[in-house]
């Protein structure tokens, strides 16, 4: 029967860490949030992040632009903010209204304030292994893998989804420490291929939002798995890999719930203390 790998404890553990870091700069950083949405589960995370910063001894600085702001109000608004000194980090909250593009409006963003790390100079240093502002979830399930003990030289490791925010820079992570390091997508189930990929994965990773994706069977024995996914299923939550069949043959697994979603938020506020460095 796999171990639990647990978000809540290792995100305690590294919001110690972040607290020492705040008290280090001998300053409140920061956060500034922008807003142009009332979607209850984007209000709820809001909330969420903010009380979570100011446990870390952060300012939250909510910046409500109204669910119908145009493009124009909301990079205003980014370039203020990039040359605020006071301001250390920025996060864009989704979902934004429908005729504004996330991947334009994000580019925006200075940099350096690019806490959520999805700016392409940040993705570019992940290619160059000088990191230091990485997409949080991508950053959430790598902490969690590590904290297993496991050493990724040379493992096969199979990262399932290809997204922008979570498998990619992933699959570079793992690059950098020299996993052998598979990335399946829409296109290699198309192939009908998925199922062989997974069997041999020494650490899986799925992060697809697809219940039931992955079947417990064909996780190989003694596997790290680290499911990313959420889904709601009748009133469930539940991730993209069969849980109880999976359990049985895995080393280690993520619960989901209580898995990466819980050191998401933590790795947003990483972020911004590494930002106000
Ligand atoms: P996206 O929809 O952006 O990406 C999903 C990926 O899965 C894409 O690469 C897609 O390929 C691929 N895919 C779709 N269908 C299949 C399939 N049948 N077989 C193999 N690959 C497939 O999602 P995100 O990356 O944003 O999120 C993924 C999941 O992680 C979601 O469930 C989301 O809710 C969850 N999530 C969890 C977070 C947390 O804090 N725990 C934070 C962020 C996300 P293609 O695009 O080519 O179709």
Redesign the pocket.
């Known amino acids: 029967m796999a171990r639990l790998l647990e978000g809540k404890p290792l995100a305690e553990k590294i919001k110690e860490e972040i607290k020492h870091d705040v008290l280090a700069l001998k300053r409140a950083p920061v956060l500034a949030s922008i807003q142009a949405t009332d979607n209850p589960g984007a209000l709820a995370y809001i909330k969420s992040q903010k009380k979570t910063a100011e446990s870390l001894g952060i300012e939250y600085q909510l910046h409500d632009l109204g669910k119908d702001v145009a493009e124009e109000g909301l990079t205003e608004l980014i370039q203020k903010l990039n040359q605020d000194k006071a301001i250390d980090g920025i996060i864009i909250q989704m979902p934004l209204p429908a005729a504004i593009d996330y991947k334009k409006i994000s580019q925006y963003i200075s940099p350096g304030k690019d806490i959520e790390g999805m700016h392409p100079a940040n993705i570019g240093k992940i290619l160059f292994g000088k990191a230091k502002l990485v997409p949080?979830?991508a950053a959430?399930a790598m902490e969690l893998l590590i904290s297993s003990g496991v050493d990724l030289y040379g493992r096969e490791v199979v990262v399932?989804?290809?997204?922008?925010?979570?498998?990619k820079p992933l699959s570079l992570l793992l690059l950098d420490r020299f996993a052998t390091t598979t990335v399946?997508?829409?296109?290699?189930?198309k192939a009908g291929k998925?199922e062989e990929h997974v069997k041999r994965a020494e650490v899986l990773i799925v992060?697809?939002?697809?219940a039931g994706?992955i079947k417990g069977e064909w996780i190989k024995e003694g596997a790290i798995v680290i499911d990313?996914?959420?889904?709601r299923v009748a009133d469930k939550i539940v991730g993209?890999v069969e849980f109880e069949e999976a359990e049985k043959r895995a080393s280690f697994i993520t619960p989901v719930p209580g898995?990466?979603?819980p050191?998401?938020v933590t790795m947003l506020m990483r972020n911004l203390v590494q930002a106000a460095k």
């Not at 399932?160 to 498998?167: A, D, L, P, Q, T």
């Not at 990313?228 to 889904?231: D, E, F, R, S, T």
């Open positions: 949080c979830t959430a399932v989804g290809h997204s922008e925010i979570v498998g399946c997508h829409i296109g290699t189930s998925l992060a697809v939002g697809k994706l990313v996914g959420i889904n993209d898995g990466v979603g050191l998401t």
